[in-house]
């Protein structure tokens, strides 16, 4: 505590009318009753002449206020206590609280952001430092703390949500180490770590807070945590948002990070996505189609669930983002249960036309009955589609190009695994990596959850990881808190889209051994119609083929859910 009186500033001893003043300030205009000041002054023991030498602190603080030009009538007795007045241009406390109360009410976020700096550059040191009072120390101080920790979380949601993610790691870092177990801190530095492009900083930031709060506290991190993990595992794009509505910040609740409730929203940015391998072929060349001269150009990404068909658009669009001054709009048509958006809502979704080439992404597609109807809407722009079907539709009657993927190749899954994991933990165990990796199917979506699982146990080697998910890949290639990683629910919600005759020849098909022809009593138009859901690979003039993961997942499927039909006829 000081006094400051023109360029003169004074830091006050540590003393009983130090402690007397601390306890009127944190209360400016409020009548203090005596027995408070009392404990603020001599704690749980006054003398029995304390009243008494509570009126002699009182005139030796109006004596000290004379001397810096303070109205003795600042400190008013009234019956039961004393009150001191107080205004912005007298007390810091006064002039933060005014600053953050009406910084939610000016015109816009920036406005606000500055008006939040403004309250907080007020903090200086620790505050109530040179009063000696165990009372004011115990229950005044972390209230106040407090109040300026929800003012600093509001800056840093707000710095966020302008894409000032670099700018705010200082204070992340500092705010986060300083106080572990607030929750929001760490989901803040979290998110902006990975918006940065810092991915594995940002899952050890996760777990060193995730450690900490089992090994002190014996819980999990929150749910708002949890989700950015997975968010982060699955390599989904964390877009600037909106910040969370001023009043749950100045309670103190904390927020989704952003970008996790949007279902399909349209978001502008683009950021790589985390870890990315491969499919440099298919990279080049959508990127050579969709940046063509001469008008927009379509391209449709196809292939079975889990293949890296939404990793694939992200990359490239981030990629290419450069040659499209107007924007470039994800718009998710899945929503996270599987069921398709309504057509309607989703044009209502599309950007509206504006200067500049722009490129759209709708990422999920259901069928052509989804996007057909959304192409006029977005004309003028480039189209990036992508499905688990090949969209034979839209590509017919609208032009453009299609890109089926398969699986990983060994070496693409083994860089995936570096990324994610980390290039040492990798290289240490290389032959465990390939193993894991065919464990996988060498698809994406189950390197990923492979990955996770390694990330979140640090001391679990690669080669025991592979040979635990080696003994039920469909059962342990999952992650419990998000269906979205967990290759039965992916799968599951990818089978049960289908026509019951559909998914019995799917599980006739798995229940073969590999190595026997999966067209052998199935129709032609069955088999095809599986090869269009994603499920079923090539066919005329080659062979049709079903990747080891579906044909484990269908073994898997028909020993706990179902009994296969018997063939169709031809």
């Known amino acids: 505590m000081s006094i400051a009186h023109g360029s003169e500033t004074v830091v006050l001893k540590p003393s009983k009318p130090t402690s007397l ?8 205009n409020t009548v203090v009753s005596t027995t408070y000041l009392l404990r603020a002054v001599w704690d749980e023991e006054p003398p029995a002449t304390a009243r008494a030498a509570l009126q002699t602190c009182v005139l030796r603080l109006r004596r000290l206020f004379a001397k810096y030009g303070i109205s003795a009538t600042t400190i008013e007795a009234v019956p039961g206590g004393y009150r001191m007045h107080s205004d912005n241009e007298s007390l810091d406390l006064v002039q933060f ?21 403004e309250a907080l550059s007020l903090w200086q040191g620790q505050p109530l430092a040179n009063v000696a009072s165990r009372m004011l120390q115990h229950d005044a101080v972390p209230a106040l703390e407090q109040e300026r920790l929800r003012v600093l979380e509001r800056v840093c949601d707000l710095e966020l949500a302008a894409g000032n993610c670099h700018q705010v790691l200082v204070d992340l870092y500092e705010s986060a180490r300083r106080h572990p177990v607030r929750e929001r801190f760490t989901e803040q530095l979290v998110e902006a770590l990975y918006r940065t492009g810092r991915q594995a900083e940002a899952l050890a930031e996760y777990r060193t807070v995730r450690d900490r709060l089992r090994d002190e506290l014996g819980i999990d991190p929150g749910p708002g945590l949890r989700r950015l993990e997975l968010a982060i595992l699955r390599a989904e794009e964390l877009a600037p948002a909106p910040p969370p509505a001023r009043t749950a910040a100045a309670a103190g609740a904390p927020a989704l990070p952003a970008g996790a409730t949007a279902t399909a929203r349209p978001v502008r940015a683009v950021p790589p996505v ?43 669009a981030h990629e290419v983002q450069e040659a499209f001054p107007g924007g470039v709009f994800t718009l998710q048509l899945a929503r996270p249960d599987g069921t398709p958006v309504a057509v309607e809502e989703a044009a209502r979704l599309l950007p509206e036309p504006a200067p500049g080439r722009r490129l759209i992404v709708l990422d999920g597609a259901a069928g052509a009955w989804q996007v057909l109807p959304l192409l006029p809407a977005a004309e ?13 539709a839209v590509v017919a009657t609208h032009g453009g190009a299609v890109h089926r993927l398969d699986v990983l190749r060994p070496a693409e899954a083994y860089g995936l695994l570096a990324g994610l994991v980390g290039t040492e933990r990798i290289a240490a165990e290389p032959a465990a990596a390939r193993e894991l990796a065919a464990v996988c199917g060498h698809f994406p979506l189950a390197l990923r959850i492979a990955a996770g699982r390694l990330l979140t146990r640090p001391g679990l080697s690669v080669a025991d990881c592979a040979a635990w998910l080696a003994e039920d890949p469909p059962v342990r290639l999952a992650l419990a808190e998000d269906a979205g990683l967990s290759v039965p629910e992916v799968l599951g919600q990818a089978l049960d889209a289908l026509a019951p005759e559909l998914r019995e020849a799917f599980l006739r098909l798995g229940a ?4 026997a022809d999966p067209s052998a009593g199935e129709s032609e138009s069955v088999l095809e119609q599986l090869v269009e859901a994603g499920l079923l690979e090539d066919g005329p003039p080659g062979p049709y083929r079903l990747h080891d993961l579906l044909r484990s997942y269908a073994r898997w499927r028909l020993r706990t859910h179902e009994t296969a039909a018997p063939a169709a006829p031809r």
């Not at 003028?380 to 034979?392: K, P």
């Not at 073969?512 to 190595?515: G, P």
Request: aromatic share 2%.
């Open 21 to 28: 003043l601390a306890a009127l300030l944190l209360h400016p």
């Open 97 to 117: 609280r005014a600053l953050a109360a009406g910084a939610g009410a000016v015109a816009g976020p920036g406005e606000e952001l500055y008006r939040l700096r």
């Open 274 to 316: 985390p870890a990315f391998a491969g499919r440099d072929a298919d990279r080049r060349a959508m990127a050579a189609r969709l940046t063509a001269a001469g008008g927009p150009r379509l391209v449709v990404v196809s292939g079975a669930p889990g293949i890296g068909k939404s990793a694939l658009a992200r990359q490239t």
């Open 380 to 392: 003028g722009a480039a189209v990036l589609v992508t499905s688990r079907r090949q969209l034979a």
């Open 512 to 515: 073969r051994e590999a190595a």
